[in-house]
């Protein structure tokens, strides 16, 4: 049972544009959500996060929006570039569950130069 | 450099045998967890464990198998029993007490090939 889905598999968008991947979630315990970027061949590595208290972060071009009574999370990067081209996964955590997080199963993005 | 290591980063084994991938980490946290990925599907937990000496199964720990004996290792053991062993095992940790949800740290992986 998948509590978290990325219904997009893969996305391509043109350098300079916005890309914007989205992840919705069913367990309505989730307290704190986190978006990774995942090259091939190597570990996720952190990019943004956003506790169940906001409804938007912000990093540099990297925004994250939290809509918790859609169970919606969207990450925005804005301008994209060919470097963020990876496999983004987000996750969901809730607090006292044993430190778990739940994946999406990803969304490859290829930003076109 | 403080972080997570994985050995080796592409391991091939025979149908039948067991296998273990090391997880190492020097960044002095409590948890510690072990994801698999395969083609198209996210990270499926596999064991973690919050503090050494202790492990909790996570979804998909049939035919695996961990320790715990020290804080920094913690070794994944692919049996025999596992069905589908092929796919990219993924090392991560984490801070135990936080008081707001800390991301988790992956180390860099390793790719399970069984011929």
């Known amino acids: 049972d998948q509590q978290v889905k990325q219904n997009s598999p893969s996305l391509s968008v043109q350098e300079g544009r916005i890309s914007i991947l989205n992840c919705d979630y069913t367990?309505?315990?989730?307290?704190?959500f986190l978006w990774y970027k995942k090259y091939p061949a190597e570990g996720p590595t952190f990019l943004i996060s956003i506790s169940s208290i906001k409804d938007k972060n912000e990093d540099g071009r990297f925004t994250v929006f939290l809509n918790k009574s859609a169970k919606h999370l969207s990450l925005h990067i804005v301008p994209s570039q060919p470097g963020d081209s990876a496999v983004y996964f987000c996750?969901?955590?809730?607090?006292?569950?044993?430190?778990?997080?739940?994946f999406g199963t990803g969304t490859s993005l290829t930003v076109i130069p | 450099d403080g972080g997570i290591t994985q050995s080796p980063k592409y391991l091939f084994r025979k149908e039948g045998q067991n296998v273990t991938l090391s997880c190492e980490q020097n960044l002095n946290h409590d948890a510690m967890y072990w994801y698999r990925q395969d083609p198209g599907q996210g990270l499926r937990l596999i064991y973690y464990s919050q503090i050494v000496n202790d492990f909790q199964k996570g979804d998909i720990a049939e035919g695996y198998s961990v320790s715990r004996e020290k804080k920094e290792s913690f070794p994944l053991t692919v049996t025999s029993a596992q069905k589908n062993p092929t796919a990219f095992y993924l090392c991560?940790?984490?801070?135990?007490?936080?008081?707001?949800?800390?991301?988790?740290?992956f180390g860099p992986g390793t790719r399970l090939t069984v011929l």
């Open positions: 367990n309505s315990m989730f307290d704190y």
């Open positions: 996750a969901a955590s809730a607090m006292g569950t044993g430190n778990q997080f739940y």
């Open positions: 991560a940790s984490r801070p135990r007490n936080s008081a707001v949800a800390d991301t988790q740290y």
